[in-house]
């Protein structure tokens, strides 16, 4: 599997991608909202475009699909719950159906509700495991629900889903908010010495080379998975003195989003 991160530069700071098959050059795009971009990238390794996966239902993620069809006469596949929200699509799918890309490749869709209801995740069956986690899981941070989610089901998402995942899978988000989501962070766990160095290292970092995170990285410095935290716990306790002294993860990712929707 052969995996190109393609940095769009727009306002949204959307991270598009293309997942090839290194035999026979067959090509998935996810998200490729900057169609233009991801045609010039498949071009040039010499790669067919044969499917477009969109994680969810956003204009941001999904815009670029009718200009990739007309040019590729590839095959959209999304959630199949989204089939009256993304126009033409050709496959919908759900938790643990495979998408096959070439001779080689093999993606495991994750039903992942919390952004929006009908998102997907793409776990690569790979020896070094990936995860294509659209707006649920970003770099240090989580996504918001502000259009069409809910928080309650992106902590189910995060709590029996990706917490499970191997510390050695590799997390390829739709966005690059890798800076502000390690200031929350810090915000909320000044002591937290792993997201200390990593802000240093990379805060001036260029993101069409952007750092990828594995799970055990995320773990250590995304305050979403830190919800046991001493630290993180006080300081709610200091905002929100009706968690009480010992406040479920729930609550705690619950109040996590909270604050981050107007940090």
């Known amino acids: ?36 971009k991801c045609l010039k990238v498949a071009a040039d390794r010499g790669w067919r475009i044969t499917q477009i996966l969109n994680t969810h239902e956003h204009g941001d993620h999904t815009g670029g699909n009718k200009a990739m069809v007309k040019a590729t006469g590839a095959k959209v596949v999304a959630h199949a719950n989204a089939k009256d929200r993304i126009p033409n699509m050709d496959r919908g799918v759900g938790a643990g159906d495979v998408i096959r890309v070439g001779r080689t490749v093999e993606l495991e869709c994750l039903d992942t509700p919390g952004h929006t209801m009908s998102h997907i995740c793409l776990l690569s069956h790979t020896d ?11 770099n240090a941070g ?43 962070t810090l915000d909320r766990e000044p002591d937290n010495a792993a997201a200390q160095e990593m802000l240093a290292r990379y805060q001036d970092q260029d993101p069409a080379n952007a750092l990828v995170t594995s799970l055990g990285m995320e773990r250590e410095m995304n305050t979403f998975f830190r919800l046991q935290s001493p630290t993180v716990i006080a300081r709610l306790q200091e905002q929100f003195p009706e968690i009480g002294e010992s406040p479920s993860p729930k609550d705690v990712f619950l109040k996590l989003r909270e604050l981050r929707n107007s940090w």
């Open 1 to 36: 599997m052969i995996v190109e991160q393609v940095w769009t530069g727009n306002a949204y700071r959307n991270f598009n991608y293309l997942i090839a098959c290194p035999e026979t050059g067959d090509a998935l795009a996810i998200d490729p909202l900057d169609y233009t």
């Open 128 to 138: 070094q495991p990936a995860l294509f986690s659209g707006d649920t899981l970003f």
């Open 142 to 184: 989580a996504g918001n629900c502000h259009n069409g989610g809910h928080p309650n089901q992106l902590y189910e998402t995060f709590e029996s889903q990706l917490a499970k995942l191997d510390d050695n899978t590799m997390i390829y988000p739709g966005h690059d908010y890798l800076i502000n989501n390690l200031q929350f």
